[in-house]
């Protein structure tokens, strides 16, 4: 699909701060408020835009639990579908939040959230190593996340700077 | 034993201090402030340039570097104006790297000026421009750049205010603090006012990198100015290192070893470290600087749409990163204007006064702050407008 210098850069804008009105991209841009409303729609109806997203810190919230596991997954692909149809079978449980084609030693990532370690175990061994094609898993549990989507949790961002200058 | 009244020479006595001090001062102890006042990037000076620093004092480069500067840097300086300005410098003979732009323009007026010469400086500018005119023994001739004109100095102007005694013409394209940009044109025209009465330019372009429509145009680059021109920057806006206080001029051979005789005398070198950082930024700080002005020019057009909308008019800033709204709607005049914009709704905004007289009726608003502060704080002006 072919997108417009301006539709990119509205695409960019909204990846970094969903947040921002229309009006406010419209001042932003120096466009008008009906033409944001059509390339907001265009990158909408086109799946550009597939979804509005807020990151949040759950290890912030008392009493939250939860694991992530990254899992990397050894597939045999089928012939004709290649790693499409393991990688169906693996997406489709809402256990998998994410899975990727990667080159080098293995071939799907798997990204997992449970609310516990067991819960974790027990979608490996029982759902996920029983997909037929899938040779091997090798679990790694996350212990910290210091950054995601290039968001650094916990950053340092007061401004140091003194409140007024030439 | 009796004591002299004051031990101060008469003309630091007489310099008047700038007057946003009377501003930092006012905000002391204030809490949810809005600044809108800082003349510096928000960002922080990107990693890799950090960590150059943070290398070269692993490595122990903790010395001094020649007076002009690390011949590599200077090398890297040279490059850089060539890439991006157009025009080449000598590094061994035409560049120095100073401590800050500021450092920059004293050394320049200090080493032109006999006493009695005369400056043109064109306001609103930055607060330093005449009083270091005056500290280097010459004599400030305010040229008040237009409203009429968003600020853009015009030919006629120069030439109206030239002497006998003018020895060179001060200029900040793009501007702090109206944002104003001269067009090509517009140079060309000024520097014909330097070439007629064999002037020099002192061009200070620590905002060329900050330009959101045009292209950037060095006056040393307008026909027949190089041999005339000291071209003033430095890594501080576009680099967002204005805490390393490292800046760089370059001129003809002359006037670079007259500069080089203060600077040495009175500074040695600038900081090492902020050498190694800088070569950093200038080697592998082109992306990082266009994220930058990306993102000041989104902010830009907000703020000065949102500023129109509540009825301050403000033209639209080719460059650098401030705004300067007209208030002179509102009744009050710009000092005024800060003051109550302070105490009724915590904003920060410097008044144009500030920065020279012909900048009474505005404010600067700096867009260097991040788009949640600037959307709360547009919000707070208007309310506060609405409610006179």
Redesign the interface.
């Known amino acids: 699909m072919k997108l417009t210098a301006t539709e990119i850069e509205i695409a960019g804008?909204l990846e970094k701060?969903a947040r921002?009105t229309n009006d406010?991209l419209?001042?932003?841009?120096?466009l008008s408020v009906d033409q944001i409303n059509q390339i907001v729609k265009k990158l909408e109806d086109q799946k550009v835009i597939v979804r509005y997203v807020s990151l949040v810190d759950w290890t912030k919230i008392d009493g939250h639990q939860g694991v992530t596991a990254m899992i990397d997954v050894k597939v045999t692909p089928k012939r004709d579908v290649g790693f499409n149809e393991v990688a169906k079978r693996i997406y489709r449980h809402k256990e998998v939040k994410s899975v990727y084609l990667m080159s080098g030693t293995y071939d799907l990532s798997v990204q997992v959230e449970g609310q516990s370690v067991n819960d974790v175990a027990h979608f490996v061994s029982q759902k996920l190593s029983t997909i037929e094609g899938v040779i091997s898993t090798t679990t790694h549990f996350v212990l910290k996340k210091f950054k995601h989507d290039g968001t650094i949790y916990d950053s340092d961002d007061r401004?140091k700077?003194?409140?007024?200058?030439? | 034993m009796v004591l002299k009244t004051s031990y101060l020479a008469n003309h630091v006595r007489n310099l008047k201090p700038s007057g946003i001090r009377k501003f930092f001062d006012a905000t002391a102890g204030m809490t949810d402030v809005i600044s809108l006042g800082v003349g510096e990037p928000d960002f922080v000076t990107p990693w890799n340039v950090r960590e150059a620093a943070i290398l070269s004092l692993e490595d122990g480069h903790t010395s001094y570097t020649a007076n002009a500067g690390l011949l590599e840097l200077r090398e890297a300086i040279a490059k850089y104006v060539d890439d991006y300005y157009c025009v080449a410098y000598d590094p061994e003979h035409e560049i120095t790297v100073t401590v800050g732009a500021s450092e920059a323009i004293d050394i320049a007026l200090r080493a032109i000026l006999d006493p009695g010469d005369e400056v043109l400086v064109v306001e609103p500018c930055f607060v330093s421009y005449a009083p270091l005119v005056t500290l280097a023994g010459g004599t400030p001739v305010i040229v008040a750049a237009e409203k009429e004109n968003d600020f853009k100095v015009q030919a006629r102007q120069l030439e109206d205010a030239v002497t006998e005694r003018t020895k060179a013409i001060m200029i900040c394209s793009p501007n702090n603090p109206t944002g104003s940009m001269l067009s090509k044109q517009e140079m060309e025209q000024v520097a014909r006012v330097a070439k007629k009465h064999d002037l020099l330019i002192l061009s200070d372009e620590i905002y060329a990198e900050l330009v959101y429509d045009d292209l950037y145009t060095s006056f040393a680059a307008i026909d027949g100015m190089r041999e005339r021109t000291i071209l003033v920057s430095g890594f501080s806006k576009d680099m967002a290192m204005t805490g390393w206080r490292l800046g760089f001029v370059c001129a003809p051979a002359e006037i670079t070893q007259g500069m080089l005789k203060i600077h040495q005398y009175a500074i040695m070198c600038a900081s090492t470290m902020a050498q190694y950082a800088a070569l950093e930024g200038l080697r592998n700080g082109r992306s990082d600087m266009a994220e930058m002005r990306k993102s000041y020019r989104l902010r830009r057009n907000f703020v000065v749409e949102s500023l129109n909308e509540m009825g301050l008019a403000c033209y639209k800033p080719e460059g650098a990163f401030y705004t300067f709204p007209n208030i002179e709607l509102t009744g009050m005049d710009s000092e005024s204007f800060a003051t109550r914009l302070l105490h009724e709704e915590r904003v920060v905004v410097v008044p144009g006064n500030a920065f020279g007289d012909s900048g009474e009726g505005y404010v600067r608003c700096s867009y260097a702050t991040s788009m949640g502060q600037l959307r709360e704080a547009m919000k707070r002006i208007h309310h506060f407008v609405d409610n006179l």
């Not at chain 1, 419209?26 to 120096?30: G, I, P, R, S």
């Open positions: 804008i701060d921002l406010e419209a001042k932003m841009t120096d401004d700077r003194i409140v007024v200058s030439p």
